[in-house]
């Protein structure tokens, strides 16, 4: 039997004690598929505190490089976050031919050009299925179950803090505050939530997605990106009564013109399968050319599902040594030598169409001037909807457009806000129809 592969766990939080519980629990099972044990041998965490598994036989600090330099560390797993020491740890590793495995997608996604170069030119394995969709075994299903096609689209529930916040909003009529503090109990937020709550998050994941399904660099910027802390229980409402449910999707579509990233909140038809997947549950629909339509559906975030998908990397790191590189499957799924740059399309070309909700004054003719104000612009309405206001209310009136590219809607919304009649607070969302 082999020696046992030693393991330098960089965090301790929820991921990294989710790491601790799997290895244990499934530590047969794991031994069976590899022929070796995979063991922690040194931890770094800042709050010990926070810990409930057993430590014992373990070596723990709060300095994350010395461990990594450690000889009694072959493999790092990078479960810290941030930037600036997860950053230094992984480069240190890979400068001394360690493998590492990490959740960081904000790391990957804004960083990664360098440190993919710098593992590529080292030679060494980098994992980051955890980094996307938390369980969901999304990477190596796109990099690898999918690379007989070129792949034209993927799109999905991407960040599980956004998805349980509206899954509370829509279902229990929770407040938005009161969704993210739970989210915030459960495990599932960043330690910044705005980068949940503001699209951050998923546009990192949207990024790391684009670049493994297209071969394209790692372009974080050219993600366009909108979050939901400005959906309102109204437009909730609103939207189930027109039959759809509101999910903060990431969409990147490729098309001869080039390739689009986008986050946004979104209403979906509520008799498609994406508009059924609630609370912290991810969903990725992706699109080959020879496959068609596939779906992948799973735990996005918490320290179980995330740690199954590092340990899962950690299996093909312990399979993978010794082998020459050019031998492995490549890290970001093409070639290094063959990622291309592709044209990155602004936003303000994509077209779909829009749910729009206007607070207009309770008066006559204004429907009447709010439909020819869209007609004017050559824009067609999908559905509609009014409200009685209350007593000294203003009234409510919400519409689905057909599509329109983004430039033209925002445009023609413009000349609706300045009718003397719509009052402030109007919403805009897009909507998305999944063909399969
Ligand atoms: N929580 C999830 O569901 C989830 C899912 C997928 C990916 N991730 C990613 O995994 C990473 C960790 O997330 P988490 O939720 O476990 O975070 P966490 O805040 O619960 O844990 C972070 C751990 O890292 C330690 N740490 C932070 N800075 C350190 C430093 N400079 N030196 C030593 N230790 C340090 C902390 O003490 C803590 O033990 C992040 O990159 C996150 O984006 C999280
Ligand atoms: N904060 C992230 C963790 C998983 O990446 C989410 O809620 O999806
Ligand atoms: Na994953």
């Given at each position: 039997m082999s020696t046992p592969l030693k393991i330098g766990l960089m965090g301790l939080g929820t991921v990294g004690q989710g790491v601790l519980r799997v290895l244990r629990k499934n530590a047969d099972e794991i031994e069976r598929r590899i022929g070796r044990k995979l063991v922690v041998t040194h931890i770094a965490t800042k709050d010990l505190d926070r810990n409930s598994e057993s430590l014992e036989g373990i070596t723990v600090s709060d300095d994350a490089l010395t461990c990594v330099r450690s000889a009694d560390v072959d493999v790092v797993v990078e479960v810290m976050g941030g930037y600036n020491i997860a950053k230094q740890v992984t480069l240190a590793a890979i400068e001394r031919g360690k493998p590492v495995v990490t959740a960081n997608k904000a790391l990957l996604a804004e960083h990664g050009n360098e440190i993919f170069a710098a593992a590529a030119k080292a030679g060494v394995g980098l994992g980051f299925e955890a980094a996307v969709?938390?369980?969901i075994p999304i990477i190596k299903a796109v990099r690898e179950g999918l690379a007989g096609n070129r792949i034209d689209s993927l799109a999905g529930i991407i960040n599980g803090t956004c998805n349980y916040i509206l899954t509370q909003m829509t279902v229990k009529g929770q407040t938005f505050a009161d969704a993210l503090s739970d989210a915030q109990k459960l495990g599932y937020a960043e330690a910044d939530p705005t980068f949940d709550v503001?699209?951050?998050?998923?546009?990192?994941k949207l990024t790391i997605l684009a670049s493994i399904a297209f071969g394209i660099p790692l372009s974080f910027g050219a993600v366009a990106r909108e979050g939901i802390s400005k959906i309102t229980a109204q437009d909730i409402q609103i939207a189930l009564t027109l039959g759809y449910r509101i999910k903060l999707l990431g969409i990147a579509q490729r098309s001869d013109a080039g390739v689009s990233l986008r986050v946004h909140p979104t209403l979906v038809p509520d008799d498609q399968l994406i508009a059924k997947v609630d609370g912290v549950v991810n969903a990725v629909v992706v699109n080959g050319n020879a496959v068609g339509q596939v779906g992948f559906y799973g735990r996005g975030?918490?320290?179980?599902p995330t740690a199954s998908a590092i340990v899962a990397d950690l299996i093909d790191v312990a399979r993978s040594l010794g082998v020459p590189q050019a031998q492995r499957v490549p890290v970001l799924a093409f070639q290094p030598g063959a990622m291309k740059a592709l044209p990155l399309l602004a936003i303000a070309d994509i077209e779909s169409c829009y749910y729009l909700r206007l607070r207009v004054a309770d008066e006559p003719g204004v429907l009447k001037a709010i439909t020819g104000t869209l007609a004017e612009s050559d824009i067609s309405i999908e559905a509609i909807l009014q409200k009685e206001p209350r007593e000294h209310e203003d009234a409510t009136v919400a519409l689905i457009t057909s599509a329109v590219k983004e430039s033209k809607f925002d445009?023609?919304?413009?000349?609706?806000?300045?009718?003397?009649?719509v009052r402030e607070g109007a919403s805009r969302i897009r909507v998305e129809h999944f063909k399969s």
């Open positions: 969709a938390g369980g503001e699209g951050v998050d998923a546009a990192h975030a918490g320290g179980d445009a023609a919304m413009q000349r609706l806000l300045a009718l003397p009649f």
